[in-house]
């Protein structure tokens, strides 16, 4: 039988040293780091996934904002206000939750940014120093997923890795940072042919298509590390994007859905804001 890793677990340690460097920060420069989040929108998703960043941000001890607005907001109006966030030098971290309504472009959102408030580490400069390795603000969820691998000591040095799902927020950077550690990178997308043969092949995958089922048993390598990214609602039920139960017998390692990656994303959003704003905040 594998081992759990345990996001919720793990996210609770962390958070924890977050909370300690906070009250570290605020001794040494009299105050706190401030995420700034706007949300457009009543998307339910959206909404909870805001709801759980705040409640994270106060339990952590970092201020938290969250301006709302309706999704009949103008592109421009909402330019305006990341714009303005930018320029408070109250503001360590602008987040712009996506995804945005039609007729907003949400490039030129995400690309008006300042990046050194770029929290979600969008923004097409901090991409670039991520993929040339240089330092950057990575991405919450593939970097939550590498603080999950290495707080088991799991070996990546030549290993095969399979993502599945080519995503900017996902599956591109989880690619990007597990070839950073030395893997060697598969990805696999929604045209990939054979996909079985690929993941019985893999030493690690990382499941981010957002479909119950794509990874059964039958498709995993004895020892295999499987990662789950996937969010699905099957019959009112929270599953991922492998067979959980069919799976955990066979792999070394497996993350659950709920309680895996996803509070590792937000947990990752914390360290974010905090790098953020030890960038910008000069004693
Ligand atoms: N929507 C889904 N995931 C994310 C995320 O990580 N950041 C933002 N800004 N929007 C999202």
New binding site residues.
Partial sequence: MGEIISGKALSKDVREQVRLDVLALQEKYGKVPHLAVVLVGEDPA?QS?VRGKERACTKAGIHSTVIRKPDTISEEELLDIVETLNNDDEVHGV?????LPKHIDENKVIDAIDITKDV?G?HPLNVAYMHLGRPAIL???PKGILTMLHSKNIELQGKDALIIGRSN?VGKPAAMLLMKEHCTVTIAHSRTKNLKEKCLRADIIVAAVGRANTVTADMVKEGAVVIDVGVNRVDGKLVGDCDFEAIKDKASYITPVPGGVGPM?ITS?LQNTLECFERIVKP
């Avoid at 987040?95 to 995804?99: A, I, R, S, T, W």
Wanted: proline fraction near 13%; avoid cysteine; hydrophobic fraction near 45%.
């Fill in positions: 959206s996934y987040l712009v939750q996506l995804p979600d969008f991405p919450a969820t927020i994303t959003l």
